[in-house]
């Protein structure tokens, strides 16, 4: 059992940035490849970001390619986003989750733990 806790969410200008982070307890957190998904009202869940179990490979969707940066810390058992040049459109409650060896990191069902979300609102 992994406990996934995020923090940093916000309300913010266009333009401006947050960084988004991710606690996790329980299991070993380095056996864990992580991701963050987002999902604004309405519409599906969808990926954003996902780092491996070392922090040497990261994905990212096409939407948030460079002004999005994954990161982790296995010593403390975190992770984060840094977010910048944000947009309107990136309005949406983030939710960070694990997975042990996805196939495919960009798929929501293959992560089996995910925290409870935290709100990103980005005002025009």
């Known amino acids: 059992q992994v406990q996934l806790v995020e923090s940093g969410g916000g309300l913010v200008q266009a333009g401006g940035s947050l960084r988004l982070s991710c606690a996790a307890s329980?299991?070993?957190?380095?056996?864990?490849?992580m991701g963050w998904f987002r999902q604004a009202p309405g519409k599906e869940r969808e990926f954003v970001a996902a780092?491996?179990?070392?922090?040497?490979?990261?994905a990212y969707a096409d939407s948030v390619k460079g002004r999005f940066t994954i990161s982790r810390n296995n010593a403390k058992n975190t992770m984060s986003l840094q977010m910048n040049s944000l947009k309107p459109e990136d309005t949406a409650v983030y939710y960070c989750?694990?997975?042990?060896?996805?196939?495919?990191?960009?798929?929501?069902?293959?992560?089996?733990?995910w925290g409870q979300g935290t709100q990103v609102t980005v005002s025009s």
């Open positions: 780092i491996n179990w070392s922090g040497l490979s990261t």
């Open positions: 989750a694990a997975a042990t060896s996805p196939v495919d990191v960009k798929i929501t069902f293959m992560y089996r733990y």
């Open positions: 329980g299991r070993t957190f380095s056996n864990y490849a």
